[in-house]
């Protein structure tokens, strides 16, 4: 009788520990399925003129809605939410009648997965800085992306090994005591363990080899990756947002970098050009008067008397320098611009919706030519037509690429 408690008591361990573990990997897997990048841009595009995460605007401030209501009620709600009321449910009215019956528009198109990625973005917010700031947004670059295991699943996958493991010891113990035998401790079990792994010289060799191999590949991507300046975004002296001019507002990328047409640099254009706008747009969103001042102090107008000051000698705007090849190597936009057609975004990523411009290519040799080796040449464009009559012919085919034309040779990138 003893023994059968003793047993009872000690499966009844085992079966809390497994609870915890299963509820704990629940929990982490409703925190997981959303991508706050995805839902960040369609709250703003279809939430952000009625709902703020920190505040109340015309509807609740939706931080901390998910620790409010379950994930799916926030879906029916998100999707319809003049149905759910109509189906009676409690919470839904109350929200209702407490927002004077302003009702929100239903979002009948948002997928699961939209919701689910907007509910994420309420959960992490703007990081890490958040817009709300006075100063220019120094918003870091954007991690590269992850290789190989994150640390935060070995972790996990440690955890549960470790548990697992107690929970086998666990089992052992209750046999043992069923049979009537002493049971051990995790921990004699374990330095036994040990032991016998400590003499298995196989075991030692594989674990080596194993160690090895990742530190090898970790000091590899470290040197491959020196010089690389990818997802570089330093903040600059005027807090500019291409999301905003040539995202928002549409601005088109040569109004301001007419030079990617004609040449080999694209231009950062002048204040002067800016004033074309600015000279009537007195104040941003955001900054309100402080970064279009920054322009005014430039080309010296005054916005008191709303005019230029005679006589003003211009201080340029110092905006640091993003993409910058070594000087061994030579690259035109027209070529790629005009020549070949290519859209900015092919080599600068979305532009239009950077608040602070980064570097989005590798921007590395072997970037130049995978490019060179898979993009065809724009034959329709009319420039050198007897030149690519002769490769069609040469290589019996229609696809013209760049490397045909001699773009895989040295000379032609390096001076
Ligand atoms: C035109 C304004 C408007 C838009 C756009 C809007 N909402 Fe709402 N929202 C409201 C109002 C107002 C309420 C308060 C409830 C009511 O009056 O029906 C609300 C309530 C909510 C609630 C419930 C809050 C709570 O405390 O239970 C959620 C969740 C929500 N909105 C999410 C969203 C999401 C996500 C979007 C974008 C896809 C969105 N809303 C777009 C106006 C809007
Ligand atoms: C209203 C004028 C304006 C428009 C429109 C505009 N830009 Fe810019 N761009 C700037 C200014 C000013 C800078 C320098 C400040 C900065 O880097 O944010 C800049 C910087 C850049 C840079 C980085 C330059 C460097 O230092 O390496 C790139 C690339 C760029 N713009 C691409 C684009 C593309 C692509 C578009 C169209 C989608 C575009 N820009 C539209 C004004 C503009
Ligand atoms: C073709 C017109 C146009 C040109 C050229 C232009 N802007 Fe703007 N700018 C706008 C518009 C439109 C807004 C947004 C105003 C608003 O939403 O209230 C804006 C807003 C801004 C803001 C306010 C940001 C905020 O959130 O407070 C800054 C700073 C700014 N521009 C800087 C510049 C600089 C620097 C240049 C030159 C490199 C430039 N702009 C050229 C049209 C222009
Ligand atoms: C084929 C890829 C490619 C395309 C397409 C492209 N760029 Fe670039 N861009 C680059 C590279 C590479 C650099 C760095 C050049 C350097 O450092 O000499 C650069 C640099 C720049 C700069 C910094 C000034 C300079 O010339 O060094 C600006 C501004 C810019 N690009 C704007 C644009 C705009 C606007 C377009 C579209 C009209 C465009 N780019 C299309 C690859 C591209
Ligand atoms: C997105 C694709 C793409 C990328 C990235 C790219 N190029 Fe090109 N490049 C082209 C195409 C397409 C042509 C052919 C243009 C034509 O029709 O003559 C070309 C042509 C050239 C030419 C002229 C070749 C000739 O025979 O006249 C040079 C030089 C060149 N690229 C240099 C570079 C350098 C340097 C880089 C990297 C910094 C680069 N390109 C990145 C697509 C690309
Ligand atoms: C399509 C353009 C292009 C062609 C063709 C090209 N290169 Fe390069 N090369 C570049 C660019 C761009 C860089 C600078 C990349 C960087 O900074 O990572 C570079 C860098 C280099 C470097 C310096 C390496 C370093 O890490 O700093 C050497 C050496 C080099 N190239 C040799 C060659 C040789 C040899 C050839 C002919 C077989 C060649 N390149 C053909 C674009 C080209």
């Given at each position: 009788?003893?023994?059968?408690?003793?047993?009872?008591?000690?499966l009844?361990?085992?079966?809390?520990?497994?609870?915890?573990?299963?509820?704990?990997?629940?929990?982490?897997?409703?925190?997981?399925?959303?991508?706050p990048?995805?839902?960040?841009?369609?709250?703003?595009?279809?939430?952000a003129?009625?709902?703020?995460?920190?505040?109340?605007?015309?509807?609740?401030?939706?931080?901390?809605?998910?620790?409010?209501?379950?994930?799916?009620?926030?879906?029916?709600?998100?999707?319809?939410?003049?149905?759910?009321?109509?189906?009676?449910?409690?919470?839904?009215?109350?929200?209702?009648?407490?927002?004077?019956?302003?009702?929100?528009?239903?979002?009948?198109?948002?997928?699961d997965?939209?919701?689910?990625?907007?509910?994420?973005?309420?959960?992490?917010?703007?990081?890490?800085?958040?817009?709300?700031?006075?100063?220019?947004?120094?918003?870091?670059?954007?991690?590269?992306?992850?290789?190989?295991?994150?640390?935060?699943?070995?972790?996990?996958?440690?955890?549960?090994?470790?548990?697992?493991?107690?929970?086998?010891?666990?089992?052992?113990?209750?046999?043992?005591?069923?049979?009537?035998?002493?049971?051990?401790?995790?921990?004699?079990?374990?330095?036994?363990?040990?032991?016998?792994?400590?003499?298995?010289?196989?075991?030692?060799?594989?674990?080596?080899?194993?160690?090895?191999?990742?530190?090898?590949?970790?000091l590899?991507?470290?040197?491959?990756?020196?010089?690389?300046?990818?997802?570089?975004?330093?903040?600059?002296?005027?807090?500019?947002?291409?999301?905003?001019?040539?995202?928002?507002?549409g601005?088109?990328?040569?109004?301001?970098?007419?030079?990617?047409?004609?040449?080999?640099?694209?231009?950062?254009?002048?204040?002067?050009?800016?004033?074309?706008?600015?000279?009537y747009?007195?104040?941003?969103?955001?900054?309100?008067?402080?970064?279009?001042?920054k322009?005014?102090?430039?080309v010296?107008?005054?916005?008191?008397?709303?005019?230029?000051?005679?006589?003003?000698?211009e201080?340029p705007?110092?905006?640091?320098?993003?993409h910058?090849?070594?000087?061994?190597s030579?690259?035109?936009?027209?070529?790629?611009?005009?020549?070949?057609?290519?859209?900015?975004?092919?080599?600068?990523?979305?532009?239009?919706?950077?608040?602070?411009?980064?570097?989005?290519?590798?921007?590395?040799?072997?970037?130049?030519?995978?490019?060179?080796?898979?993009?065809?040449?724009?034959?329709?464009?009319?420039?050198?037509?007897?030149?690519?009559?002769?490769?069609?012919?040469k290589?019996?085919?229609?696809?013209?690429?760049?490397?045909?034309?001699?773009?895989?040779?040295?000379?032609?990138?390096?001076?």
């Amino acid at each position: 009788m003893k023994i059968m408690k003793k047993c009872v008591s000690r499966l009844r361990m085992v079966w809390v520990v497994l609870c915890v573990m299963l509820s704990s990997l629940m929990v982490s897997a409703q925190d997981l399925p959303g991508d706050p990048a995805n839902g960040r841009k369609l709250f703003n595009a279809q939430c952000a003129a009625c709902h703020k995460l920190d505040r109340r605007l015309v509807g609740p401030a939706m931080a901390g809605i998910t620790e409010r209501r379950s994930q799916e009620w926030l879906i029916r709600w998100i999707r319809n939410n003049a149905e759910l009321r109509a189906s009676g449910d409690k919470d839904a009215i109350a929200v209702y009648e407490e927002y004077n019956r302003s009702a929100m528009p239903a979002f009948p198109l948002l997928s699961d997965q939209d919701i689910l990625d907007i509910l994420a973005y309420t959960i992490v917010g703007d990081q890490p800085a958040s817009p709300a700031g006075d100063g220019p947004v120094t918003t870091q670059a954007p991690a590269k992306p992850e290789r190989g295991l994150n640390v935060w699943v070995l972790a996990g996958l440690s955890l549960f090994l470790l548990i697992l493991l107690m929970i086998l010891v666990k089992v052992k113990n209750t046999l043992k005591v069923i049979k009537g035998e002493e049971p051990t401790s995790v921990l004699e079990d374990f330095s036994k363990g040990v032991q016998v792994a400590v003499k298995n010289q196989k075991l030692i060799v594989l674990l080596t080899v194993v160690v090895s191999v990742f530190l090898l590949k970790e000091l590899y991507w470290g040197l491959m990756s020196i010089g690389v300046e990818q997802g570089y975004m330093p903040e600059q002296p005027i807090a500019f947002s291409h999301k905003i001019h040539a995202g928002e507002n549409g601005i088109d990328c040569k109004y301001c970098h007419y030079g990617a047409e004609k040449g080999k640099h694209s231009n950062i254009p002048s204040a002067a050009l800016c004033m074309n706008c600015h000279k009537y747009i007195q104040e941003g969103p955001k900054y309100g008067t402080a970064e279009i001042d920054k322009i005014y102090a430039a080309v010296g107008f005054d916005r008191e008397t709303q005019s230029y000051i005679e006589g003003y000698e211009e201080k340029p705007v110092k905006w640091v320098r993003v993409h910058n090849l070594p000087d061994l190597s030579y690259f035109n936009h027209a070529q790629h611009v005009n020549v070949a057609g290519l859209e900015c975004q092919t080599c600068h990523g979305p532009v239009e919706e950077m608040e602070v411009l980064y570097q989005y290519s590798e921007l590395t040799m072997g970037w130049c030519i995978n490019c060179h080796r898979e993009t065809e040449v724009n034959i329709e464009n009319g420039y050198y037509k007897d030149l690519h009559d002769k490769l069609k012919a040469k290589y019996k085919s229609d696809k013209i690429t760049a490397e045909m034309i001699g773009g895989l040779e040295c000379g032609k990138c390096h001076y």
